[in-house]
């Protein structure tokens, strides 16, 4: 996995991830064993990972199968530079992967998105007419995306009382988070041109983990008619470390049936899916981290080839950088449900916490921490994570 990090009040920089250490892909450069591969020679030495990724996919793979191969051999061919190339990455500080131009938040999540409609339409289908038909979407926030580990500040904004009879400015009451992955656009796309669905994947460079913080009773309160506003954009955490989306291949999966089939523009003709196993681990201030939701990406509805390919039919150019975010995935398990929202039916239900209470949403020290795993050659291998601390 890719990131970007410092130490030692240098300035920020490309890593690689290896076990709890980061590679400094500056000095395996320095020490020629990316010789022939044709990049810039400050690319490693850039504050975030967008120049390396417009680098392109081929030259991703052979970076990537040099740096395995020296890791491989690592008792030979960096035996003596231990110390040169490797930082702890207990000893690292982490910095925003990518600048992020724009950033997508889908509703891919089939089972959150049934989870919401029971809770706020107790009386209607539980699916929107166009769920099946498309990925919905809303445009959020770029400027307020934080790397994993940035406090987050519990947002003051304005909601209705639960009286119903006044609206209040005052700090949020139903602070959540939701467990999300988020595609890092690798590509370039023209203006005015569509991503045909079978070309989409072409277009992500890596899959990160994300948490879309969101507070219910000011999302509550303004949605409609337009959708998500103050209620989401006080902030989203991205995890420091985005996987290649090629080393996903091993884990590719087969979706749901999608019935009734979608127009021919959303129909993709093998496996989008992949599986990502998921948890939420929320920590109190006082006390230890207990899981409190595992479910799997399995559980999207629609895949990010359809999601690129929706987000982009009408002309909608992505650039380098941009996130798109799959929505709350959630399974269908109580226990698998990746909201506060839906794990407590909108703080009908409080879950216990180890030793020091119960929880309907969020409280200030409350640290909450998304991880996802993959299970690539009989190892775990873990994305992200995504954590952040509540405080006022
Ligand atoms: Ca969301």
């Known amino acids: 996995m890719y990131g970007i990090f410092s130490y030692d009040n240098a300035n920020p920089q490309v890593g690689f991830k290896y076990r709890d250490r980061i590679l400094d892909l500056e000095k395996v450069r320095l020490l020629g064993h990316f010789g022939s591969i044709p990049i810039d ?129 005052c700090p949020t009451r139903a602070l959540d988070f939701e467990l999300e992955l988020g595609l890092i656009i690798g590509k370039q796309s023209a203006f005015g041109e569509p991503v045909p669905v ?22 509550r309160w303004e949605y409609q008619p337009l959708g998500p506003f103050l209620g989401k954009n006080f902030g989203s955490t991205l995890s420091a470390w985005v996987l290649p989306f090629y080393e996903l291949e091993p884990v590719r999966i087969a979706g749901p049936v999608q019935e009734p089939a979608p127009l021919p523009y959303l129909q993709i003709h093998k496996p989008g899916h992949f599986d990502i196993d998921l948890e939420v681990w929320l920590q109190p201030a006082d006390g230890e981290a207990i899981c409190i939701c595992r479910t799997n990406a399995r559980n999207l509805y629609w895949n990010f080839a359809q999601m690129i390919a929706h987000h982009t039919v009408g002309g909608c150019n992505l650039n380098v950088g941009d996130v798109l975010a799959t929505g709350t995935i959630s399974g269908t398990l109580p226990n698998s449900c990746g909201s506060l929202l839906e794990l407590t039916w909108n703080g009908e239900r409080a879950i216990a916490l180890s030793d020091t209470g119960m929880r309907t949403f969020l409280a200030d020290g409350d640290t909450v921490t998304l991880r996802a795993f993959v299970q690539k050659d009989g190892n775990s291998l873990e994305l992200g994570p995504a954590t952040g601390l509540i405080y006022s």
């Open 41 to 169: 020679e400050h690319v490693f030495l850039k504050p975030v990972l967008n120049d390396f990724i417009r680098l392109g996919q081929a030259i991703h793979q052979t970076i990537g199968q040099r740096i395995n191969a020296l890791l491989a051999n690592d008792a030979i061919a960096l035996a003596d530079i231990q110390e040169q190339v490797f930082v702890p990455e207990s000893k690292a500080q982490m910095h925003l992967p990518v600048s992020v131009g724009d950033y997508t938040d889908f509703y891919a999540g089939i089972h959150h998105a049934e989870n919401v409609g029971r809770i706020f339409r107790p009386d209607g289908p539980p699916l929107p007419p166009n769920y099946k038909h498309m990925p919905v979407a809303y445009h959020g926030r770029a400027s307020s995306i934080v790397v994993s580990g940035t406090p987050i500040r519990r947002p003051t904004g304005q909601f209705m009382e639960e009286n119903g009879k006044n609206p209040v400015l």
């Open 198 to 219: 079978e070309d989409a994947e072409d277009y992500i460079f890596g899959v990160a983990v994300f948490n879309d913080w969101s507070a219910r009773d000011i999302q």
